[in-house]
């Protein structure tokens, strides 16, 4: 349950305001993305004047959200009565934006990272739900604002894509029981699902395969490690940006306890993934590097290495440290 | 609403049996295994002697399903009181299994396949439910027989792998309300996720990845096109029931319309597995073969034919009666 004083809170922070600013995280998803666009509507269908702002490049299965062409891109000078701050566990992750917050007069943080240690005038922290969008679901259900069609479509959006298709762990009961009030609202579930999961571009899925065909295992198949080229890219047209969930993948590999994804930046430049299960840190492994992270999610940046000497050193550590 | 004199009938016919066989379609799946098991669970709460047959040999994925292992093999001058037939749109679909039907006293169908046209003394054919599994637990919820944990678990498997992890359009509102209902059972939903989705064999993937790798594409994009040749299968000591979830895989491509899977059985043997999205209707190209199947799947074996000219003629074929 959220606490009904903040939700009070709240609600008359928006009363009170008339131009409200929406921004979420870098490196946008589709927690983010769903949040912000279902909140600018809730908050319009209340007759506020509502900006909202993307932090970053929109991935290709995002881009056929309605109304994410009417990002607002300028920013400087403006000054708005209220800003909400979306799935952003600190102010470095809203990356330039936070100049914005700054020449707020009112900031309300919406997250479930329970690292969020709170960096607004209201802070709505609930780790519990499975994404920022449902957060937002349930605080504008408890107050009885219009939640219309686009703004449940993007709520779902938030949800089926934080929860890998509702099969994570913060998918529990509560969560599918907010789906089906969502889906009840009439949601064009089927197109939503097409667009999100049968829209890979042939150069992608080429690309992850020829990276699939490359994995190499270690450590009696505990370990999964792939590495993503710059010529891997370019030969497909491709940026890092394009490409995710490999790093996931290769963990659902039988035996796979611990799977890294290397990719080349620039030359002698790389940036490390790696994901785990169960009881594997990898978080540690990452710190030993100059990262972070979590548990079973972590990764880090090196320069100045030459591969094999980079790869040598990963595996000594996760060996060392993680198995 | 299942019709409420056909559960009256249901419970009369269990409640007056005592010997009771449960059986599901040849080629086992999540939803026939799961509706299986959960069945079974339900029956013996009752205090009744079920015996379970699996038709054929169980993926990889649902080898951790508990008490699998205790699947009857013997029936020959076994005689049943009930039989109940699951997840099976006519009798062919039960295999040999079929004589024990015929030496039953009484026999219930339970399926979701609108083509079932009911060969049971009862049949409760539920087309606008998920999967088999959701419609026992609907039968029985109303029914008020107990639940338990594991029946709930069998019940779970079902619906997930039939919904494609609740994406696919079968899954509505009151999928997710029943699956909500489920997991306040206390079930062990991450378990569960983790051997359906993250305990796929080295091999496998591997193979995955070199079919994907050689995928062909025709008309424009249309039409994705990969083969799976007993070569493949051997290097990596593979059979075809390993392997599935490829050429769905395929119909996830940006712009492809209709995908195309030709398995090699034996020397100029094939059997072609085709998917296709919206409007396009590959059941009429494969009925053109021989085969048959829904508008959106389908398939057909051929022998007796080179590979180079069957692939030939079903792409003609393709782009004439398909796209």
């Given at each position: 349950?959220?606490?009904s004083?903040?939700?009070?809170?709240?609600?008359?922070?928006?009363?009170?305001?008339?131009?409200?600013?929406?921004?979420?995280?870098?490196?946008?998803?589709?927690?983010?993305i769903?949040?912000i666009?279902?909140?600018?509507?809730?908050?319009?269908?209340?007759?506020?004047?509502v900006?909202?702002?993307?932090?970053?490049?929109?991935?290709?299965?995002?881009?056929?959200?309605?109304?994410?062409?009417?990002?607002?891109?300028?920013?400087?000078?403006?000054?708005?009565?209220l800003?909400?701050?979306?799935?952003?566990s600190?102010?470095?992750?809203?990356?330039?934006?936070?100049?914005?917050?700054?020449?707020?007069?009112?900031?309300?943080?919406?997250?479930h990272?329970?690292?969020?240690?709170?960096?607004?005038?209201?802070?709505?922290?609930?780790?519990?739900?499975?994404?920022t969008?449902?957060?937002?679901?349930?605080?504008?259900k408890?107050?009885?604002?219009?939640?219309?069609?686009?703004?449940?479509?993007?709520?779902?959006?938030?949800?089926?894509?934080?929860?890998?298709?509702?099969?994570?762990d913060n998918?529990?009961?509560?969560?599918?029981?907010?789906v089906?009030?969502?889906?009840?609202?009439?949601?064009?579930?089927?197109?939503?699902?097409?667009?999100?999961?049968?829209?890979?571009?042939?150069?992608?899925?080429?690309?992850?395969?020829?990276v699939?065909?490359?994995?190499?295992?270690?450590?009696?198949d505990?370990?999964?490690?792939?590495?993503?080229?710059k010529?891997?890219?370019?030969?497909?047209?491709?940026?890092?940006k394009?490409?995710?969930g490999?790093?996931?993948?290769?963990?659902?590999?039988?035996?796979?306890?611990?799977?890294?994804?290397?990719?080349e930046?620039?030359?002698?430049?790389?940036?490390?993934?790696?994901?785990?299960?169960g009881?594997?840190?990898?978080?540690?492994?990452c710190?030993?590097?100059?990262?972070?992270?979590?548990?079973?999610?972590?990764?880090?940046?090196?320069?100045?290495?030459?591969?094999?000497?980079?790869k040598?050193l990963?595996?000594?550590?996760?060996?060392?440290?993680?198995l």
């Amino acid at each position: 349950m959220i606490n009904s004083k903040n939700l009070k809170k709240l609600d008359e922070f928006v009363e009170k305001s008339n131009k409200i600013a929406v921004v979420a995280h870098a490196d946008p998803d589709g927690d983010s993305i769903g949040s912000i666009m279902a909140l600018r509507e809730i908050l319009k269908t209340k007759g506020k004047d509502v900006d909202f702002f993307i932090n970053g490049e929109i991935p290709f299965n995002y881009k056929f959200i309605k109304d994410l062409d009417k990002a607002s891109l300028t920013y400087k000078e403006k000054k708005y009565d209220l800003f909400f701050a979306l799935d952003s566990s600190d102010e470095e992750r809203l990356a330039d934006k936070v100049d914005i917050m700054k020449n707020s007069k009112k900031t309300i943080c919406i997250d479930h990272h329970k690292t969020n240690n709170g960096y607004c005038n209201l802070n709505i922290i609930e780790p519990d739900f499975s994404s920022t969008g449902e957060i937002i679901y349930e605080i504008f259900k408890t107050l009885k604002y219009e939640i219309n069609e686009r703004a449940a479509e993007n709520i779902f959006i938030a949800i089926i894509t934080d929860t890998g298709k509702f099969i994570y762990d913060n998918a529990g009961y509560k969560t599918f029981e907010n789906v089906s009030d969502l889906l009840k609202l009439n949601i064009d579930k089927n197109e939503i699902v097409k667009n999100l999961y049968s829209s890979e571009p042939k150069n992608i899925f080429k690309l992850k395969a020829d990276v699939f065909n490359s994995t190499e295992f270690f450590m009696e198949d505990k370990v999964a490690l792939s590495c993503l080229f710059k010529e891997n890219l370019k030969k497909y047209n491709l940026s890092l940006k394009d490409i995710d969930g490999l790093v996931e993948r290769l963990r659902d590999i039988e035996n796979v306890e611990i799977s890294i994804l290397i990719k080349e930046l620039d030359h002698k430049t790389y940036k490390i993934s790696m994901r785990s299960l169960g009881n594997s840190d990898i978080s540690k492994v990452c710190e030993i590097f100059g990262g972070g992270g979590h548990k079973n999610a972590a990764g880090f940046k090196i320069d100045n290495i030459e591969f094999a000497t980079l790869k040598k050193l990963i595996l000594e550590e996760v060996e060392k440290n993680a198995l």
